[in-house]
């Protein structure tokens, strides 16, 4: 006699539970790993609000005019300058690479570019830096010896414009960030002087821009 067994195929649903309980793996991984790069994310928001550098502050602490005579065609001009340079932050340090000065009256320029040599600005460091610019016979148009015969004539003073554009890296204990450009601009107002040089007031606050 033999027993035929046959077995119930009632079981056979349950292998294909194992199926959801993958998706569920993937799911725990997914959410591990978008969570980890959250904190990430949030720890390297608060690092930077943290350190986040503030502008470096530039002052004009002197100018001296030698020389700044205008023909309807050309201008010769000769100063020299000295600029407070302060770095505001306490953690950042700063890396100076091109620096370049050049003057303006009413947006023309009257003496040629001249470079600062490169220089490193510990935190809350300040340095003076000083500059001679020169121009020799440097075209400018008609208009600016009429509009110099009006400041000095209605108004007895000029505002010479320096600026400053240049590039710079901060940097944070051992880590160099990369290069970022910025421009200052130090307005200053000198009377016209019956002896030369011109002086300028001291401690004229100058703007930054990044
Ligand atoms: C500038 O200097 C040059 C050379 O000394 C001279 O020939 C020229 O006339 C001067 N120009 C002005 C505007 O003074």
């Given at each position: 006699?033999s027993?035929?067994?046959?077995?119930?195929?009632?079981?056979c649903?349950?292998?294909?539970?194992?199926?959801?309980?993958?998706?569920?793996?993937?799911?725990?991984?997914?959410?591990a790993?978008?969570?980890?790069?959250?904190?990430?994310?949030?720890l390297s928001?608060?690092?930077?609000?943290?350190l986040?550098?503030?502008k470096?502050?530039?002052?004009?602490?002197?100018l001296q005019?030698y020389?700044?005579?205008?023909s309807p065609?050309?201008?010769?001009?000769s100063?020299h300058l000295?600029?407070l340079?302060?770095?505001p932050?306490?953690?950042?340090?700063?890396?100076?690479?091109d620096?370049?000065?050049?003057?303006?009256?009413k947006?023309?320029q009257?003496?040629?570019d001249?470079?600062?040599?490169p220089?490193?600005?510990?935190?809350?460091?300040?340095?003076?830096?000083?500059?001679?610019?020169?121009?020799?016979?440097?075209?400018?148009?008609?208009s600016l010896?009429?509009?110099?015969g009006?400041d000095q004539?209605?108004i007895?003073s000029?505002?010479l414009?320096?600026k400053l554009?240049?590039r710079?890296r901060w940097?944070?204990?051992?880590?160099v960030s990369?290069?970022?450009?910025?421009?200052?601009?130090?307005?200053?107002l000198?009377a016209?002087?019956?002896?030369s040089?011109?002086?300028?007031?001291?401690?004229?606050?100058c703007?930054?821009?990044?």
């Amino acid at each position: 006699m033999s027993q035929i067994t046959i077995k119930s195929p009632k079981h056979c649903g349950e292998y294909y539970k194992q199926g959801p309980k993958i998706d569920k793996n993937y799911k725990k991984l997914f959410l591990a790993l978008s969570s980890f790069l959250t904190a990430i994310l949030l720890l390297s928001i608060t690092i930077w609000i943290i350190l986040r550098p503030a502008k470096p502050q530039f002052s004009l602490q002197d100018l001296q005019i030698y020389q700044f005579t205008l023909s309807p065609s050309h201008v010769n001009s000769s100063l020299h300058l000295t600029l407070l340079s302060k770095n505001p932050n306490r953690r950042v340090a700063i890396y100076y690479d091109d620096f370049q000065v050049h003057a303006t009256y009413k947006a023309q320029q009257i003496a040629s570019d001249t470079s600062l040599p490169p220089f490193f600005q510990d935190h809350q460091e300040a340095n003076l830096l000083s500059a001679s610019l020169v121009g020799n016979d440097i075209p400018v148009p008609p208009s600016l010896a009429y509009e110099m015969g009006r400041d000095q004539t209605l108004i007895g003073s000029f505002v010479l414009n320096l600026k400053l554009s240049g590039r710079l890296r901060w940097k944070v204990a051992s880590w160099v960030s990369g290069r970022y450009g910025f421009n200052v601009n130090c307005a200053s107002l000198m009377a016209f002087g019956f002896g030369s040089p011109i002086t300028s007031k001291q401690g004229t606050q100058c703007s930054t821009t990044m």
